[in-house]
Structure formats: structure tokens, C-alpha cells
């Protein structure tokens, strides 16, 4: 016998996440292409300057600061000065907030599964 009850908490249940405004705005701010490409030129290469940084993209060195901006401003990014020189920095804390939510994600998932699994295996048992 199909317990449908059971089926339908196991497929309703919903992640529920104290760090909702975290993955939210790192999220959001990995939604474009340049920032993305920004935060993996950094992990790569370490600390640069922002002129490095811009030399790689066909925009004015403005645009690539609003870019760095919204990072930092998210925290993914740090920014030191040292005279006139601004080097920026990856800072992956709040990924790893993010990559978690991702895991939780994945093993509720797999959990969903095996107990589908279970029940189809159940059903075929009995048929």
C-alpha cells in the first residue's frame, strides 16, 4: 500500500535557510557575465590591480569598476589601497555559503529519491 501522505511531505519539504539574504545577493550579483569572469581571473591570479583587471575586457576601466563594486559590496571581493593603486581580491566565504545551500539542495534530493525508489520497489514487490 502506497502511503501518499508520506509521499507528498517527502516531495513538499522545503529547504528552509538562515542565510537566504547571503545566497541571495551572491546570487544576484553572480548573475552576470563580466562578474563571474572577474571573480575566476582573481581566484586564478591572486590580488590585482583594477587596470590589470580592466586590460582584460573590451569596457572603459569605469565600467569594470562598477562591476568590482557590486562584488564588494556583496563581499566577494576585497579591495586594499595602497597609494593610488587599488588591488582587489577574491573572498570566497560567502560562496561557501552558497555551495552549502547547493549540498543541502542536492541531499534532500537524493533522500527524495531513494525513498521514491523504495516505495516503486515496494509496489513492485506487491504486484
Known amino acids: 500500500?502506497?502511503?501518499?501522505?508520506?509521499?507528498?511531505?517527502?516531495?513538499?519539504?522545503?529547504?528552509?535557510y538562515s542565510d537566504?539574504?547571503?545566497i541571495s545577493e551572491v546570487l544576484k550579483s553572480m548573475s552576470d557575465?563580466?562578474?563571474?569572469?572577474l571573480l575566476t581571473r582573481l581566484c586564478?591570479?591572486?590580488?590585482?590591480?583594477?587596470?590589470?583587471?580592466?586590460?582584460?575586457?573590451?569596457?572603459?576601466?569605469?565600467?569594470?569598476?562598477?562591476?568590482i563594486k557590486v562584488l564588494e559590496r556583496c563581499e566577494l571581493v576585497?579591495?586594499?589601497t595602497i597609494g593610488r593603486t587599488h588591488w582587489i581580491e577574491?573572498?570566497?566565504?560567502r560562496i561557501h555559503v552558497v555551495e552549502n545551500w547547493f549540498k543541502e539542495l542536492k541531499s534532500i534530493?537524493?533522500?527524495?529519491?531513494?525513498?521514491?525508489?523504495?516505495?516503486l520497489e515496494s509496489e513492485t514487490k506487491n504486484d
Open 1 to 16: 500500500m502506497v502511503d501518499f501522505k508520506l509521499i507528498q511531505h517527502i516531495l513538499s519539504h522545503m529547504v528552509e
Open 20 to 22: 537566504d539574504k547571503i
Open 78 to 80: 576585497t579591495r586594499k
Open 109 to 119: 534530493w537524493e533522500l527524495r529519491l531513494e525513498k521514491l525508489t523504495d516505495i
Open 44 to 67: 586564478q591570479e591572486g590580488p590585482c590591480r583594477v587596470t590589470d583587471l580592466a586590460s582584460y575586457y573590451d569596457m572603459s576601466l569605469n565600467a569594470i569598476s562598477k562591476h
Open 33 to 37: 557575465v563580466t562578474r563571474r569572469s
Open 90 to 93: 577574491a573572498d570566497l566565504a
